[in-house]
């Protein structure tokens, strides 16, 4: 069975930095084709796709926040992490994790997201 | 950056045919796919690579590409079935993309 969990923070300041804990089972991040991504959504707004790593630790990131964005992976310990750096409340959002399977470009699991809230 | 454009809405009767399109340049010639968000709910795929189901959705969600424009098609439609509905593909740089999504309201 596969299963993503997000967590971290459920509250951050202005200009601080984020970081969130994609915890995952059921599969590997080892192969090179495997990935595992992150997604946003702000309140009553569509899917942003933001970051993804692959097995064999290529990174790919959304172009309008890539300055901002550091994606790394902890295969012994099935996790991913996402940070973002200098917040604001317009990246109020929930964060989802998600995996991309072998020669696909599906992400076929979510977690359940995690709600941040950008406040002072 | 590849652009998705989705209708922001479509309304259906219980019983009919939705369809909802995602536009975007030659996106026939992607990998594109479908994520039904019910309210408060994760995403979940129901469609991938245009018109591939994965296991456990019904046989009423369907997809097509071709050319611009890739469709899923919701035949039956029932009141369980409201909810937005996103497509994705990946751009030429292996960068994720997600449209803008189209809620689907059944009456």
């Known amino acids: 069975q596969i299963t993503l969990k997000e967590s971290g923070p459920t509250l951050v300041k202005p200009t601080q930095t984020l970081t969130l804990t994609c915890t995952f089972s059921?599969?590997?991040?080892?192969?090179?084709?495997?990935?595992v991504g992150w997604i946003r959504q702000s309140p009553g707004k569509a899917l942003e796709w933001l970051a993804l790593?692959?097995?064999?630790?290529?990174?790919r990131y959304s172009p309008s926040l890539k300055s901002r964005l550091t994606i790394t992976k902890d295969t012994s310990k099935n996790q991913v992490v996402l940070t973002m750096t200098n917040m604001d409340p317009l990246d109020t959002a929930t964060y989802y994790c998600?995996?991309?399977?072998?020669?696909?470009?599906?992400?076929?699991?979510w977690g359940q997201g995690t709600l941040v809230t950008i406040s002072s | 950056s590849y652009v998705l454009t989705q209708p922001p809405s479509v309304s259906v009767a219980p019983g009919q045919t939705a369809t909802i399109t995602c536009g975007g340049t030659?996106?026939?010639?992607?990998?594109v796919h479908w994520y039904q968000q019910k309210a408060g709910q994760a995403p979940v795929l129901v469609v991938y690579?245009?018109?591939v189901r994965p296991s456990g959705i019904p046989e009423r969600f369907s997809g097509s590409s071709f050319g611009n424009m890739a469709t899923l098609t919701i035949s039956r439609v029932e009141a369980g079935d409201e909810a937005d509905f996103y497509c994705q593909v990946w751009d030429s740089t292996f960068e994720g993309v997600f449209g803008g999504g189209t809620k689907l309201t059944v009456l």
């Open positions: 690579d245009a018109s």
């Open positions: 059921g599969f590997s991040l080892t192969p090179s084709g495997v990935g």
């Open positions: 998600a995996r991309k399977p072998v020669a696909s470009t599906r992400f076929d699991y």
């Open positions: 030659n996106i026939g010639d992607r990998g």
């Open positions: 790593i692959f097995g064999d630790d290529d990174k």
